[in-house]
T-cell receptor
Framework: NAGVTQTPKFQVLKTGQSMTLQCAQDMNHEYMSWYRQDPGMGLRLIHYSVGAGITDQGEVPNGYNVSRSTTEDFPLRLLSAAPSQTSVYFC????????????FGDGTRLSIL | RKEVEQDPGPFNVPEGATVAFNCTYSNSASQSFFWYRQDCRKEPKLLMSVYSSGNEDGRFTAQLNRASQYISLLIRDSKLSDSATYLCVVKRGSSASKIIFGSGTRLSIRP
């Protein structure tokens, strides 16, 4: 029972490089989200999706792109990495809205040098 | 002012003690409430939902006070394994953009 799977778990990039963080869920959840977590800041929403083909911006979208071509996958792309994007990134999914809680992947630790 | 506020702690209590944290929220349109637990360097995991009438799950009790706009978490007979950060989560609607996370309260249980 995989749940939400994120890859890679760790990554070091140089400023200006691009990369894609992968997120996949096998629970047939409609809702998927990307968060970043920084010390003392809590989780902040980057982008989210309410279904395949639909994405929208969250609180801190600048410097990131997403796409949702399938229900299962929701990759996050860093276009040109900056040191300010050093963070822990979590992908989450939920069956839908309302009172449904979210299920999180185990995170990607990203360092930008 | 943050929409969801928590005392960051750390709370350092002896094993077996009872400990309680509060979380305040500023938006009266908030509809759903949760407590998540996050262990060091791990992902957040749902601890319990919080219902209007209050609810209990073993040693954990959650309460909601809509009039004063806060939720609370009470842990009885604390165990060493309860050491973690506890995140308060508030939903204002069904969209992910309406889910707000508190910064968390760190709890450390000492033997």
């Amino acid at each position: 029972n995989a749940g939400v799977t994120q890859t890679p778990k760790f990554q070091v990039l140089k400023t200006g490089q691009s990369m894609t963080l992968q997120c996949a869920q096998d629970m047939n959840h409609e809702y998927m989200s990307w968060y970043r977590q920084d010390p003392g800041m809590g989780l902040r929403l980057i982008h989210y999706s309410v279904g395949a083909g639909i994405t929208d911006q969250g609180e801190v979208p600048n410097g990131y792109n997403v796409s949702r071509s399938t229900t299962e996958d929701f990759p996050l792309r860093l276009l040109s990495a900056a040191p300010s994007q050093t963070s822990v990134y979590f992908c989450a999914s939920s069956p839908g809205g309302g009172a449904q809680p979210q299920h999180f992947g185990d995170g990607t630790r990203l360092s930008i040098l | 002012r943050k929409e969801v506020e928590q005392d960051p702690g750390p709370f350092n209590v002896p094993e077996g003690a009872t400990v309680a944290f509060n979380c305040t929220y500023s938006n009266s349109a908030s509809q759903s409430f949760f407590w998540y637990r996050q262990d060091c360097r791990k992902e957040p995991k749902l601890l319990m939902s919080v219902y209007s009438s209050g609810n209990e799950d073993g040693r954990f009790t959650a309460q909601l006070n809509r009039a004063s706009q806060y939720i609370s978490l009470l842990i009885r007979d604390s165990k060493l394994s309860d050491s973690a950060t506890y995140l308060c989560v508030v939903k204002r609607g069904s969209s992910a953009s309406k889910i707000i996370f508190g910064s968390g309260t760190r709890l450390s249980i000492r033997p």
